[in-house]
Nanobody
Framework: QVQLVESGGGLVQAGDSLELTCVLS????????VGWFRQTPGNEREFVAA????????YYNTFAKGRFTISRDNAKNTVYLQMNGLKPEDTGVYYC????????????????WGQGTQVTVSS
């Protein structure tokens, strides 16, 4: 089993920044992809960003490009999501997810999920 714990969410104003952290523990695979997803009010869970084990390949949803940056520190089993220029529509619960293999933009490809961290952006 792999456990994921997110942190870093909070209440911020529009235009502010937040850095979310996802720490993985337990059984870790030799190479695993990690993704961030979010569920905004009234919407389905959607892909935000993903990163391959090497950290050299990243993927972003359109709304995240230019504002969000995903990175990782494998020595610390930690993945980060830096979010800049936050907007009220970014409000939601952010989840990290991990899978043994390449990073994916599809939630169904991920085997392990964290409990989520709430991000609230006021206007």
């Amino acid at each position: 089993q792999v456990q994921l714990v997110e942190s870093g969410g909070g209440l911020v104003q529009a235009g502010d920044s937040l850095e979310l952290t996802c720490v993985l523990s337990g059984r870790t695979y030799s190479s695993w992809g990690v993704g961030w997803f979010r569920q905004t009010p009234g919407n389905e869970r959607e892909f935000v960003a993903a990163i391959r084990y090497s950290g050299l390949t990243t993927y972003y949803n359109t709304f995240a490009k230019g504002r969000f940056t995903i990175s990782r520190d494998n020595a610390k089993n930690t993945v980060y999501l830096q979010m800049n220029g936050l907007k009220p529509e970014d409000t939601g619960v952010y989840y990290c997810a991990a899978q043994d293999g390449a990073a994916s933009m599809k939630a169904d490809d991920y085997h392990y999920w964290g409990q989520g961290t709430q991000v609230t952006v006021s206007s």
